[in-house]
């Protein structure tokens, strides 16, 4: 064979993979969405689920996944954003390094359950905070920690080294040259983690349901006292999110209806992700140009 037509191959062999995989991704999403869509109404995103009538909602695990969302990512992002700007930018190669990548290498690797249970023993037993959204907040941090320092890590070592320099050379600092010109050149790749890190508080449920726990209280959306326990903000109450939800309906679900209501939540799940995903690059591409005054 020529080494012409074994580049045909190749070539064909990963147009051919990449189709396999757009494949599943649309067969998946459109399976989902088709059986669930026809059941999502304005009614269905703000009423109270129901345990044995039918024509329940998910408007309580929707609120509870987006302020969940908005939780781990205030405890996520700045966490992880010093970390990867201290391996890329002030860790020296030596071992104190390797274990600090070994490190974050095992707790990325973790299986969802063992974090679950290790918040129900450490966050939700010993702490006293009992199933919360703090709790569980701070497992699924322990989730994200790792992909946002790795990722920003990278995006910042994907900057050039000619732009440091230059930088340096006009006199700046090396923190005023780290926050000025490296993290706005690195902001593209940044947010693509916190996308990334965000997807995964969406769907996860194993830890969720040792953490935040499996049930909400009746939620009273005109108390904003942060401290009252049936107050929608109080971040030390229990809250069953949407993927639990889901899970809790498919395994355990008395109404009659329990079928439609898992296929509309796990829709409603989809379209909140998909839109988060798109406005997140969106976002992510208009404050690089603001940072950086390129088109």
Do not use: C
């Not at 909602?57 to 992880?80: A, C, D």
């Not at 973790?110 to 679950?116: E, H, K, R, T």
């Not at 998909?274 to 690059?281: C, K």
């Amino acid at each position: 064979m020529s080494v012409r037509m074994k580049d045909k191959l190749a070539t064909l062999v990963f147009y051919l993979i990449a189709f396999v995989i757009i494949g599943i991704l649309a067969g998946l999403l459109g399976y989902i969405l088709v059986r669930g869509v026809s059941h999502i109404s304005f009614h269905f995103l703000i009423s109270p689920p129901e345990n044995i009538k039918a024509g329940g909602g998910i408007g309580p695990q929707l609120f509870n996944s987006l302020f969940l969302l908005f939780l781990t990512m205030l405890i996520t992002v700045p966490i992880g954003l010093g970390g990867g700007i201290f391996m890329s930018e002030y860790a020296k190669p030596g071992r104190v390094t390797r274990g600090l990548r070994m490190l974050v290498e095992v707790l990325s690797s973790l299986p969802s359950i063992v974090v679950g249970l290790f918040g129900l023993l450490v966050f939700v037993q010993l702490s006293g905070w009992g199933f919360s959204l703090f709790s569980g907040a701070i497992a699924l941090t322990i989730f994200n920690l790792p992909l946002m320092v790795r990722i920003t890590e990278q995006a910042l070592q994907a900057v050039s080294v000619e732009q440091r320099e230059a930088s340096l050379a006009l006199g700046l600092s090396r923190w005023r040259t780290i926050v000025s010109v490296v993290l706005p050149a690195a902001i593209p790749g940044i947010i693509t983690g916190t996308i990334l890190a965000s997807g995964r508080v969406f769907g996860e449920a194993a830890a969720l349901m040792f953490t935040a726990g499996m049930s909400t209280p009746a939620l009273d959306f005109t108390n904003w006292n942060p401290f009252s326990a049936n107050s929608p903000i109080n971040p030390m109450r229990p809250a069953e999110t949407l993927a639990v939800h889901i899970w809790k309906v498919n395994s355990e679900g008395l109404a009659p209806d329990a079928k439609e209501i898992a296929a509309g939540a796990s829709a409603v799940l989809i379209i909140a992700v998909l839109i988060f995903n798109l406005t997140a690059r969106w976002v992510g591409r208009f404050i690089h140009r603001v940072l950086t005054a390129s088109k």
